[in-house]
């Protein structure tokens, strides 16, 4: 140290109470070291430790702690020899207030000669920080006419000296306001609390229209307002109050409104408000006086605060051409206490109705009709059910009948029935049948509605007997032995079953009837009747109002039965004979049969392969060998019979002799029982007449095969010396007394004088019909 520099004062922290005592009774309190911050007078001596114990040795003092050898570094030292305890460098108590050590007292080997002592330094403050504002710019608010006193806002500052000084006690204060618009207040209007920065309103007339904001130049100093200062601003708002009432500008309005339109706008009106645009203050809210039907609404424009009238019923211009309104406008917001308080603003609008040319109008839709199924063609089933505003020409149309049971008059619209209805058809769902009318106005404007058809169930269908035919066993007894009858009906209830059956009481017959049940009857023979075939005459009604009936044959069979009840066939019989066929001999003839009927579907096939062999891969599908005559390569066709029970249906080539010459094209096939060379003649067709060309050839391209067959077809219609095509059909015997018609086309117009078919009849029921197709008489 220089020689100006003061001797620290000497501090004994290892106090003994007499020499030589080895025990240390108690270490001293060593008081703080206060060193003030700043100091530029560098290294300075702080203090100096020493040891008041005598060693016969060196001592050497060390130092230990913040400051030293631990972070912040290099800020203290110790003179090793002396004691003395130095600052290196000025200190700053805003980093570092105070620092706490360890003062050792060791041998030159290293041996505690003390325990350690601490030694405390404390750093003394200096007002060298200024007070700053915790933001840049602070920022508020006030309502206009807010009263003097009026708390505005708070603003707040800090300062980094040492606050139990007065280097840390604030104070604030306003230095300077500004008004935007500038000039607009020239008086000062805010105050500040010195010690807690409240702002507050000091004077009247905070009005949002004249001033929108200020700004204030705001100080805060140190040391109670003598010290160190720093500037900061504040902005505050003058916040509006709804002080002023909205008005219509102008207070008339005249629209046009579109009839039959709705949700759309037909005008606007526009008001007037002082008060902050965006807010409520400002806000309009309209409302309709004198709407009681509902039919218009209005609603505001956030944007531009207009009110948006709009229709939200459609109008008719027919019932109503203009509308006066009277509407009134107020503020989202209710009107302040401070504003004046002039009448709610009001305003008239006249909507005129613009006519419009309206589609007619079904008064229902659907249309609903009731009808029965059975209506007569012509039955008028609806009118009146359309009408049109404008009282114009119109036009009617079915756009929908998918049955074709609907007549329209399209100039009144009358729906009649065409036809009568079925209620089986596929259209009819649930008895209902549904279709669609579509009218056209005079000016094209056309509407379409449906017509729902409800049909009401008529007995319109008589029941039918089923089955139709069956058996009886000869063996039973007339009341053992019976044929269970039903009938159907294509009505549905309640005119279908009940069926009551009966035999005509005119008709003698040995049949009587047992009814079964509401829907089967049994019919039994009255006496032991003889093998055969019986036509029955059946009545047969539904229970429908009124009732409807049928008559029929029911074609009855008695035979002999076999043990289990059924109709022993031909065969049969043979077999339960007194012939006596034993087993064996039955299922040899069986197999014979067997390998019989395979050898000859064997035949068949071969002759039948063979024959499409010889066929010309050169020419056309049908040409054979022989290019003379075509239809002699004509193959023949399974013969159909009479039914299921035709045991004994024939095939027309049989009717051909195998060692005859081939027919020729038109000739007719020879009948059983007729001379060589004498023919029937037809009695639908003149006699002798020429035959028409037939082709010859035919074409070489398969696609033209439709065409040559046609031309033969056509050739051979009409050709009166060969028979009608049906010919070769066989019918089954319907018994005695049918009502059913003949199926032929064959009818006996003129006879043959030189032959005698009366035979026929002998040859049993299947010839009768012939006989009847070729008797002259």
């Given at each position: 140290?220089?020689?100006?520099?003061?001797?620290?004062?000497?501090?004994?922290?290892?106090?003994?109470?007499?020499?030589?005592?080895?025990?240390?009774?108690?270490?001293?309190?060593?008081?703080?070291?206060?060193?003030?911050?700043?100091?530029?007078?560098?290294?300075?001596?702080?203090?100096?430790?020493?040891?008041?114990?005598?060693?016969?040795?060196?001592?050497?003092?060390?130092?230990?702690?913040?400051?030293?050898?631990?972070?912040?570094?290099?800020?203290?030292?110790?003179?090793?020899?002396?004691?003395?305890?130095?600052?290196?460098?000025?200190?700053?108590?805003?980093?570092?207030?105070?620092?706490?050590?360890?003062?050792?007292?060791?041998?030159?080997?290293?041996?505690?000669?003390?325990?350690?002592?601490?030694?405390?330094?404390?750093?003394?403050?200096?007002?060298?920080?200024?007070?700053?504002?915790?933001?840049?710019?602070?920022?508020?608010?006030?309502?206009?006419?807010?009263?003097?006193?009026?708390?505005?806002?708070?603003?707040?500052?800090?300062?980094?000296?040492?606050?139990?000084?007065?280097?840390?006690?604030?104070?604030?204060?306003?230095?300077?306001?500004?008004?935007?618009?500038?000039?607009?207040?020239?008086?000062?209007?805010?105050?500040?609390?010195?010690?807690?920065?409240?702002?507050?309103?000091?004077?009247?007339?905070?009005?949002?229209?004249?001033?929108?904001?200020?700004?204030?130049?705001?100080?805060?100093?140190?040391?109670?307002?003598?010290?160190?200062?720093?500037?900061?601003?504040?902005?505050?708002?003058?916040?509006?109050?709804?002080?002023?009432?909205?008005?219509?500008?102008?207070a008339a309005y005249s629209f046009k409104a579109v009839e039959n339109r709705k949700s759309y706008e037909v005008g606007r009106v526009n008001v007037t408000d002082r008060d902050d645009p965006g807010t409520g203050n400002w806000e309009a809210k309209y409302s309709i006086l004198n709407d009681q039907d509902g039919n218009f609404d209005i609603r505001t424009d956030p944007v531009t605060n207009q009110g948006l009238l709009t229709v939200v019923k459609p109008l008719d211009f027919e019932a109503r051409s203009e509308y006066s309104l009277k509407l009134r406008v107020e503020n989202v917001n209710a009107l302040s206490s401070?504003?004046?308080?002039?009448?709610?603003?009001?305003?008239?609008?006249?909507?005129?109705?613009?006519?419009q040319n309206e589609a007619p109008h079904f008064s229902e839709d659907p249309v609903l009709i009731v009808v029965p199924e059975s209506v007569p063609p012509g039955t008028l089933l609806k009118s009146n059910y359309v009408s049109d505003p404008d009282n114009s020409e119109l036009r009617f149309e079915i756009s929908r009948d998918p049955e074709r049971w609907l007549d329209i008059n399209r100039v009144t619209g009358d729906i009649t029935a065409k036809r009568s209805f079925n209620m089986r058809s596929p259209h009819v769902r649930n008895n209902v049948y549904r279709a669609v009318v579509k009218v056209t106005d005079a000016?094209?404007?056309?509407?379409?509605?449906?017509?729902?058809?409800?049909?009401?169930?008529?007995?319109?269908?008589?029941?039918?007997?089923?089955?139709?035919?069956?058996?009886?066993?000869?063996?039973?007894?007339?009341?053992?032995?019976?044929?269970?009858?039903?009938?159907?009906?294509?009505?549905?209830?309640?005119?279908?079953?009940?069926?009551?059956?009966?035999?005509?009481?005119?008709?003698?017959?040995?049949?009587?009837?047992?009814?079964?049940?509401?829907?089967?009857?049994?019919?039994?023979?009255?006496?032991?009747?003889?093998?055969?075939?019986?036509?029955?005459?059946?009545?047969?009604?539904?229970?429908?109002?009124?009732?409807?009936?049928?008559?029929?044959?029911?074609?009855?069979?008695?035979?002999?039965?076999?043990?289990?009840?059924?109709?022993?066939?031909?065969?049969?019989?043979?077999?339960?004979?007194?012939?006596?066929?034993?087993?064996?001999?039955?299922?040899?003839?069986?197999?014979?049969?067997?390998?019989?009927?395979?050898?000859?579907?064997?035949?068949?096939?071969?002759?039948?392969?063979?024959?499409?062999?010889?066929?010309?891969?050169?020419?056309?599908?049908?040409?054979?060998?022989?290019?003379?005559?075509?239809?002699?390569?004509?193959?023949?066709?399974?013969?159909?019979?009479?039914?299921?029970?035709?045991?004994?249906?024939?095939?027309?080539?049989?009717?051909?002799?195998?060692?005859?010459?081939?027919?020729?094209?038109?000739?007719?096939?020879?009948?059983?029982?007729?001379?060589?060379?004498?023919?029937?003649?037809?009695?639908?067709?003149?006699?002798?007449?020429?035959?028409?060309?037939?082709?010859?050839?035919?074409?070489?391209?398969?696609?033209?095969?439709?065409?040559?067959?046609?031309?033969?077809?056509?050739?051979?219609?009409?050709?009166?010396?060969?028979?009608?095509?049906?010919?070769?059909?066989?019918?089954?015997?319907?018994?005695?007394?049918?009502?059913?018609?003949?199926?032929?086309?064959?009818?006996?117009?003129?006879?043959?004088?030189?032959?005698?078919?009366?035979?026929?009849?002998?040859?049993?029921?299947?010839?009768?019909?012939?006989?009847?197709?070729?008797?002259?008489?």
């Open positions: 140290s220089s020689a100006e520099e003061q001797p620290p004062r000497v501090l004994h922290p290892w106090r003994h109470r007499g020499r030589g005592l080895a025990r240390v009774r108690r270490d001293w309190i060593i008081p703080q070291i206060r060193v003030l911050e700043n100091s530029k007078q560098v290294p300075e001596a702080l203090v100096q430790i020493k040891s008041d114990k005598i060693f016969t040795g060196e001592v050497i003092y060390k130092l230990e702690g913040p400051g030293v050898d631990q972070e912040p570094k290099n800020l203290f030292e110790i003179d090793d020899k002396s004691g003395v305890i130095r600052s290196k460098q000025p200190l700053d108590r805003e980093k570092h207030s105070s620092f706490t050590l360890k003062a050792f007292a060791l041998s030159p080997s290293g041996e505690r000669l003390e325990n350690p002592t601490t030694i405390e330094i404390v750093v003394l403050d200096q007002n060298d920080n200024r007070p700053v504002f915790t933001q840049s710019q602070f920022v508020g608010a006030v309502s206009e006419f807010s009263v003097p006193g009026t708390s505005v806002m708070s603003v707040s500052a800090t300062d980094a000296d040492d606050p139990t000084t007065e280097n840390a006690i604030l104070s604030y204060s306003i230095i300077g306001q500004e008004s935007l618009p500038p000039n607009a207040v020239t008086k000062v209007m805010f105050g500040i609390n010195n010690e807690t920065g409240t702002i507050y309103t000091r004077d009247v007339g905070l009005d949002r229209e004249v001033v929108k904001s200020f700004r204030l130049r705001l100080q805060i100093a140190d040391m109670s307002g003598q010290g160190l200062t720093s500037e900061g601003v504040a902005i505050i708002q003058v916040s509006d109050i709804n002080n002023h009432a909205p008005q219509f500008s102008p401070k504003a004046q308080n002039p009448p709610v603003s009001t305003a008239a609008v006249r909507v005129t109705v613009v006519n000016e094209g404007l056309s509407t379409s509605g449906g017509v729902s058809i409800t049909l009401k169930e008529t007995n319109d269908f008589p029941p039918q007997v089923v089955p139709g035919g069956g058996f009886v066993c000869k063996e039973a007894t007339p009341e053992a032995s019976g044929l269970v009858v039903t009938a159907v009906d294509q009505d549905f209830p309640p005119h279908a079953a009940p069926f009551r059956f009966e035999i005509p009481d005119d008709l003698p017959v040995n049949w009587t009837l047992s009814q079964l049940n509401t829907t089967h009857a049994v019919l039994h023979p009255l006496v032991q009747l003889e093998e055969g075939e019986y036509a029955v005459p059946l009545l047969v009604s539904d229970s429908g109002r009124p009732a409807l009936s049928s008559f029929t044959h029911v074609n009855v069979s008695v035979c002999l039965c076999d043990p289990s009840g059924d109709c022993k066939s031909a065969a049969g019989a043979v077999l339960g004979s007194s012939v006596g066929l034993s087993f064996i001999a039955l299922i040899i003839v069986t197999a014979s049969v067997a390998l019989l009927l395979l050898l000859l579907l064997l035949a068949a096939a071969v002759s039948a392969c063979g024959r499409r062999h010889r066929l010309r891969k050169d020419t056309g599908l049908l040409v054979g060998e022989s290019e003379d005559d075509v239809r002699d390569n004509v193959f023949n066709y399974d013969e159909q019979g009479g039914g299921e029970e035709d045991e004994n249906a024939f095939n027309i080539d049989l009717l051909w002799n195998p060692h005859d010459a081939p027919p020729t094209p038109g000739s007719y096939y020879p009948t059983p029982g007729f001379p060589r060379g004498k023919q029937p003649l037809r009695r639908d067709a003149p006699h002798n007449l020429p035959s028409p060309v037939y082709p010859r050839r035919p074409p070489a391209d398969p696609t033209d095969i439709e065409d040559y067959i046609n031309d033969g077809l056509q050739a051979a219609d009409g050709d009166p010396n060969v028979p009608p095509y049906d010919t070769a059909l066989i019918y089954d015997y319907e018994g005695e007394g049918s009502l059913a018609g003949s199926l032929s086309s064959i009818a006996s117009g003129s006879s043959d004088g030189d032959q005698d078919y009366d035979y026929l009849n002998d040859w049993g029921p299947r010839f009768q019909k012939l006989a009847h197709m070729y008797d002259p008489r």
